[in-house]
């Protein structure tokens, strides 16, 4: 089944302590990113990767890191996290623009830093 | 830089009326058009997406959207609402290379169907 994973889901931190958000897809797609949602913000993007080892800021970077070693993989570094990244973040990717087709979303991941 | 625009934060309809939740966007050259629903706690399921063809794009559930060019609009739509359809819809536009290929969201329209 083609699919998008995240883990963990859920996540409870606190101010400061280093986490990982890891992403997985096996759909082989190129484009891989991150978006975080906030009420009455909608999806915006963190960062995203066009391959293995291109990566570039989306439109809110700040305090977010990501590496794309693997095709599959790409997972989102908070080195030091803060109340302001509570939020609900999505992963995505997305077969090359030939193809036409949509981006896939894994289910979410919704982080509490306290 | 592209940019979508859903001008409601909400939408409320009868069940069995007809629904428009709209959706304005801006991009350079030819737009691919998206329309995605998000269920309470769960991820981001695709509906319909534009690229090509036939203004009138046919999805998933029921859902249609219409692709205006002139006006830059693409609305969903559907015929008759259930109250199954409540739900956040969001609007999405790509370009065709580079970073502009990673879909830009609007902030999402939530969409309320009272029995």
């Known amino acids: 089944e083609a699919q998008v994973t995240q883990n963990p889901r859920y996540l409870i931190t606190v101010t400061g302590k280093k986490l990982t958000v890891t992403c997985s897809q096996n759909m082989n797609h190129e484009y891989m990113s991150w978006y975080r949602q906030d009420p009455g913000l909608g999806l915006r993007q963190i960062y995203y990767?066009?391959?293995?080892?291109?990566?570039d800021k989306g439109d809110v970077p700040e305090g977010y890191k990501v590496s794309r070693k693997e095709k599959r993989n790409f997972p989102l570094i908070l080195e030091s996290p803060s109340p302001n990244q509570t939020s609900l973040y999505f992963c995505?990717?997305?077969?090359?623009?030939?193809?036409?087709?949509?981006?896939?979303f894994g289910q979410g991941t919704r982080l509490t830093v306290v | 830089a592209q940019s979508v625009a859903q001008p409601e934060d909400q939408v409320n309809v009868a069940e069995g009326n007809p629904l428009t939740v709209k959706c304005t966007y801006s991009v350079s050259g030819n737009p691919y058009l998206f329309w995605y629903v998000q269920y309470p706690n769960r991820g981001l399921q695709f509906l319909l997406k534009?690229?090509?063809?036939?203004?009138l794009v046919k999805g998933s559930y029921g859902f249609e959207a219409e692709f205006n060019k002139s006006q830059t609009s693409f609305h969903l739509k559907k015929p008759s609402a259930l109250v199954s359809d409540s739900a956040l819809y969001f609007c999405a536009v790509r370009g065709l290379s580079g970073g502009s290929y990673i879909p830009t969201f609007g902030r999402g329209t939530s969409l309320i169907v009272h029995p």
């Open positions: 990767s066009m391959n293995v080892e291109v990566t």
């Open positions: 995505a990717s997305s077969a090359p623009p030939s193809m036409n087709t949509e981006a896939f």
């Open positions: 534009y690229i090509t063809g036939d203004n």
